[in-house]
């Protein structure tokens, strides 16, 4: 509505001030008088007019050249001494139709102007190009102050106390923003004032997603941070924006950062004994333990590797897995369809921990038959189980 009416004006106006500065120059003549001071001038180059202490009669003719040139000027400004006033009061209506509407405006302006400065009918009238030019900057800052304006909101946005998870209010205002933008620009001549915008807006988002790292959440910091950068990953990979190209494999790499944290979180669960028991057991060969020798550390002996095994059967695994899947299924949010995603790297990091059991049971305890109560297919065939059954 604000770039129908706005553009309807700005129609209106150009033939009404090109026609008024035509009559105002055929009446007084003005146009005449112009031509005959530029023929006086270039009749008078051969002369030289003697030098004396007075102005020489090229500057007055030159002075009175101008005082006609402007002449047009300042009758218009007599006779329109309200429109640009009019018009701003138009320019305030429009941009309070919408909380992005400014950017219409900015558009509608930008637009009218290098249409009408690029047509075979360029604008006649110096004083509209003059108004138009004003209008044009307090358009600029005005959709300035408004980009300022949300980045505020998103760097401050807190998360809702109630609120467990899922797309955060700033990647909301960003997308929302980032889609009326586009469509408003679909057509748009020039966006320079865009593409600095979608910039600016993109840092403040990034800022609020990484300033969760110090929030007092009541789920995964690493889940919110992996579901929002991820989120907005998958918004500019269907937006196709060039401009922020950069900001979208920076979020596609923090995702990928804050997914491996949030498995490795998660997968300490099922086998969590196992694991403490088997990362002492690396850092005592880190430390110089040779492996054979091992097991003969009080703390990691064959009897106390025996104790830790024995409270991981294969249905007690299972059973911690299925209880795994219902958690991450519960907080991880249903329009990310993340969940097959995250299921499917826990199995992989969960089989990669297996495997490095395997390895250091066979390197410190060879000889000495203990294993695990499961095997490797055991594990997959519990993945398999869960997927299927959910």
């Given amino acids: ?84 006033a009019e018009l701003r009061g138009l320019l305030d209506v429009c ?26 009918s360029a604008l006649h009238s110096p004083f509209l190009s003059t108004i138009l030019g004003n209008l044009l900057l307090l358009a600029k800052s005005n959709f300035k102050r408004c980009i300022g304006t949300l980045c505020t909101e998103m760097e401050k946005a807190k998360m809702p106390s109630k609120m467990k ?24 001549r020039w966006r320079r004032e865009l593409d600095k915008a979608h910039l600016r807006l993109a840092r403040s988002v990034l800022s609020s997603i990484n300033s969760l790292s110090s929030a007092n959440l009541k789920v995964s910091t690493d889940m919110v941070m992996m579901e929002n950068f991820h989120h907005i990953h998958r918004f500019l990979c269907q937006k196709e924006i060039l401009c922020l190209e950069g900001v979208k494999k920076e979020a596609e790499q923090r995702y990928s950062e804050h997914m491996e944290k949030y498995i490795i979180q998660n997968l300490g669960q099922p086998l969590e004994k196992l694991h403490h028991f088997f990362e002492g057991v690396k850092a005592c060969v880190a430390q110089g333990v040779k492996e054979e020798e091992v097991n003969f550390q009080l703390a990691y002996s064959k009897q106390e590797l025996r104790k830790v095994i024995e409270k991981y059967p294969g249905q007690e695994v299972k059973r911690a897995l299925e209880t795994l899947y219902r958690t991450t299924q519960k907080y991880l949010s249903p329009e990310e369809n993340l969940l097959q995603v995250v299921w499917q790297a826990m199995q992989q990091e969960l089989i990669r921990q297996y495997q490095q059991f395997e390895h250091l049971i066979q390197c410190c305890y060879a ?21 299927q059954c959910n």
């Fill in 95 to 120: 941009s309070k139709v919408h909380p992005f509407s400014c950017l219409q405006v900015l558009v509608t302006l930008n637009d009218f102007i290098l249409e009408e400065w690029g047509s075979s």
């Fill in 165 to 188: 998870g899922g797309i955060l209010p700033s990647v909301s205002i960003f997308e929302e923003f980032v889609n009326f933008s586009e469509e408003v620009y679909r057509t748009a």
């Fill in 367 to 387: 000889g000495t038959g203990i294993t695990m109560d499961f095997t490797l297919e055991d594990l997959l065939s519990y993945f398999n189980s869960i997927t």
């Fill in 1 to 84: 509505v604000s770039k129908q009416v706005l553009g309807q004006v700005l129609r209106e106006l150009q033939p009404l001030c090109t026609a008024e500065q035509q009559f105002i120059e055929k009446f007084f003549q003005l146009s005449h008088r112009a031509a005959d001071l530029q023929v006086l001038e270039v009749n008078r180059r051969p002369c030289r007019w003697p030098r004396g202490p007075g102005p020489s009669p090229f500057n007055h003719h030159f002075v009175l050249f101008c005082r006609l040139e402007e002449a047009p000027m300042q009758l218009l400004s007599e006779i329109f001494s309200c429109l640009e």
